[in-house]
Protein backbone atom coordinates (compact mmCIF):
# COMPACT_ATOMS: atom_id res chain seq x y z
CA UNK A 1 0.00 0.00 0.00
CA UNK A 2 1.63 3.37 -1.15
CA UNK A 3 1.33 5.77 1.06
CA UNK A 4 2.64 9.61 0.74
CA UNK A 5 3.19 11.89 2.94
CA UNK A 6 3.91 16.20 2.57
CA UNK A 7 5.43 18.50 4.65
CA UNK A 8 7.56 21.47 4.47
CA UNK A 9 4.31 23.83 4.51
CA UNK A 10 3.71 27.00 6.89
CA UNK A 11 3.02 30.64 7.17
CA UNK A 12 5.30 32.96 4.95
CA UNK A 13 5.37 36.87 4.47
CA UNK A 14 4.63 37.76 0.20
CA UNK A 15 7.38 37.26 -1.56
CA UNK A 16 9.04 34.25 0.40
CA UNK A 17 10.10 31.06 -0.72
CA UNK A 18 9.19 27.34 0.86
CA UNK A 19 10.03 24.15 -0.40
CA UNK A 20 7.69 21.56 -0.23
CA UNK A 21 8.41 17.77 0.20
CA UNK A 22 6.39 14.16 -0.29
CA UNK A 23 7.98 10.89 0.87
CA UNK A 24 6.13 8.28 -0.22
CA UNK A 25 6.62 4.48 1.72
CA UNK A 26 5.25 1.43 0.83
CA UNK A 27 6.55 1.06 -2.43
CA UNK A 28 9.07 2.29 -4.61
CA UNK A 29 7.25 5.38 -7.05
CA UNK A 30 9.87 5.07 -9.24
CA UNK A 31 7.72 4.21 -11.72
CA UNK A 32 5.42 6.96 -11.69
CA UNK A 33 4.51 10.32 -12.79
CA UNK A 34 3.36 11.97 -9.75
CA UNK A 35 2.13 15.62 -9.19
CA UNK A 36 0.96 18.29 -6.95
CA UNK A 37 -2.00 19.66 -6.22
CA UNK A 38 -4.02 22.57 -4.05
CA UNK A 39 -6.98 23.31 -2.55
CA UNK A 40 -8.09 26.96 -1.36
CA UNK A 41 -10.91 27.60 1.11
CA UNK A 42 -14.10 27.57 -0.96
CA UNK A 43 -12.47 26.65 -4.05
CA UNK A 44 -11.85 23.15 -5.77
CA UNK A 45 -8.93 21.29 -6.19
CA UNK A 46 -6.62 22.52 -9.00
CA UNK A 47 -3.54 20.96 -10.72
CA UNK A 48 -0.03 22.67 -9.97
CA UNK A 49 2.83 21.07 -11.57
CA UNK A 50 3.50 17.25 -12.86
CA UNK A 51 6.69 15.12 -13.51
CA UNK A 52 7.35 12.45 -15.68
CA UNK A 53 8.50 9.31 -14.28
CA UNK A 54 12.00 10.28 -14.98
CA UNK A 55 11.91 13.46 -13.87
CA UNK A 56 12.60 14.93 -17.75
CA UNK A 57 9.79 16.27 -18.28
CA UNK A 58 7.32 18.88 -16.31
CA UNK A 59 4.41 20.52 -16.50
CA UNK A 60 2.95 23.69 -14.40
CA UNK A 61 -0.28 25.51 -14.21
CA UNK A 62 0.29 29.31 -15.70
CA UNK A 63 -0.19 31.00 -12.28
CA UNK A 64 2.82 29.24 -11.09
CA UNK A 65 4.95 28.90 -14.20
CA UNK A 66 8.46 30.51 -13.42
CA UNK A 67 7.76 30.91 -9.51
CA UNK A 68 7.42 26.92 -8.62
CA UNK A 69 9.59 24.40 -9.62
CA UNK A 70 8.52 20.32 -9.14
CA UNK A 71 11.53 17.96 -9.02
CA UNK A 72 11.85 14.40 -7.72
CA UNK A 73 14.52 12.09 -6.02
CA UNK A 74 13.72 8.90 -7.14
CA UNK A 75 16.89 7.66 -5.10
CA UNK A 76 15.03 8.89 -1.92
CA UNK A 77 11.37 8.19 -3.21
CA UNK A 78 10.36 11.93 -2.77
CA UNK A 79 8.88 14.44 -4.62
CA UNK A 80 9.29 18.15 -4.34
CA UNK A 81 7.80 21.44 -5.00
CA UNK A 82 10.31 24.92 -4.36
CA UNK A 83 8.27 27.46 -4.34
CA UNK A 84 9.55 31.10 -5.15
CA UNK A 85 7.90 35.00 -4.52
CA UNK A 86 5.39 33.54 -3.02
CA UNK A 87 1.69 35.59 -3.41
CA UNK A 88 -1.27 35.63 -0.96
CA UNK A 89 -3.42 33.65 -3.54
CA UNK A 90 -0.76 30.76 -3.35
CA UNK A 91 -2.92 30.04 0.09
CA UNK A 92 -3.92 26.58 0.04
CA UNK A 93 -3.89 22.87 1.29
CA UNK A 94 -0.88 21.26 -0.92
CA UNK A 95 -1.40 17.50 -1.94
CA UNK A 96 0.50 15.44 -3.75
CA UNK A 97 -0.08 12.51 -6.07
CA UNK A 98 0.96 9.74 -8.01
CA UNK A 99 -0.55 8.34 -11.31
CA UNK A 100 -1.32 4.60 -10.85
CA UNK A 101 0.17 3.61 -13.78
CA UNK A 102 3.81 2.74 -14.44
CA UNK A 103 5.61 4.80 -17.41
CA UNK A 104 3.00 7.09 -18.22
CA UNK A 105 3.03 10.82 -19.49
CA UNK A 106 1.15 12.58 -18.84
CA UNK A 107 -0.34 11.05 -15.94
CA UNK A 108 -3.64 9.00 -16.95
CA UNK A 109 -5.20 8.58 -13.09
CA UNK A 110 -3.84 10.14 -10.03
CA UNK A 111 -4.63 6.94 -7.52
CA UNK A 112 -2.59 8.02 -4.03
CA UNK A 113 -3.21 11.25 -2.70
CA UNK A 114 -0.76 12.50 0.98
CA UNK A 115 -3.01 14.24 3.38
CA UNK A 116 -1.89 17.57 2.84
CA UNK A 117 -0.01 20.57 3.80
CA UNK A 118 -1.19 23.77 4.95
CA UNK A 119 0.81 26.95 3.25
CA UNK A 120 -0.09 30.79 4.08
CA UNK A 121 1.21 33.46 2.74
CA UNK A 122 0.48 36.78 3.91
CA UNK A 123 0.23 40.20 2.27
Known amino acids: QVQLVESGGGLVQAGDSLRLSCAAS????????MGWFRQAPGKEREFVAA????????NYADSVKGRFTISRDNAKNTLYLQMNNLKPEDTAVYYC????????????????WGQGTQVTVSS
Open 51 to 58: IRWSGDNM
Open 97 to 112: AADEYAYSWPPLRYAY
Open 26 to 33: GRTLTRQS
